[in-house]
């Protein structure tokens, strides 16, 4: 069956870092777009990082732009959402994503808490 499972999360001060991870099995992972969504308690969610099927191309949110970097290992079915220079408003829950812009659906994973604070 389809899963991806958040690993990597916990309680962090803020300027830290902290690496999640996304396992992928069921589906041909190398097929889909990676994306990292994040939801705030009492917010939307929202896209934080993206990354193309073959790990040719990127993009980021502008809050993120330059302190996160979201890479890919598709001999692993692997993908991680390095988290640099993190800020108390980073705090959220982070679920990862994948999407087939072919087939136009979504799996997502169960998500990790990350919370930044003194």
């Known amino acids: 069956q389809v899963q991806l499972e958040e690993s990597g999360g916990g309680l962090v001060q803020p300027g830290g870092s902290l690496r999640l991870s996304c396992a992928a099995s069921?589906?041909?992972?190398?097929?889909?777009?990676i994306n990292w969504y994040r939801q705030a308690p009492g917010k939307e969610r929202e896209l934080v990082a993206g990354?193309?099927?073959?790990?040719?191309?990127?993009n980021y949110a502008d809050p993120v732009k330059g302190r996160f970097t979201v890479s890919r290992n598709n001999a692993k079915n692997m993908v991680y959402l390095q988290m640099n220079s993190l800020k108390p408003e980073d705090t959220a829950v982070y679920y990862c994503?994948?999407?087939?812009?072919?087939?136009?659906?979504?799996?997502w994973g169960q998500g990790t808490q990350v919370t930044v604070s003194s």
């Open positions: 990354i193309t099927s073959a790990g040719g191309s990127t």
């Open positions: 994503n994948a999407r087939s812009y072919i087939m136009g659906h979504d799996f």
């Open positions: 069921g589906f041909t992972f190398s097929s889909y777009a």
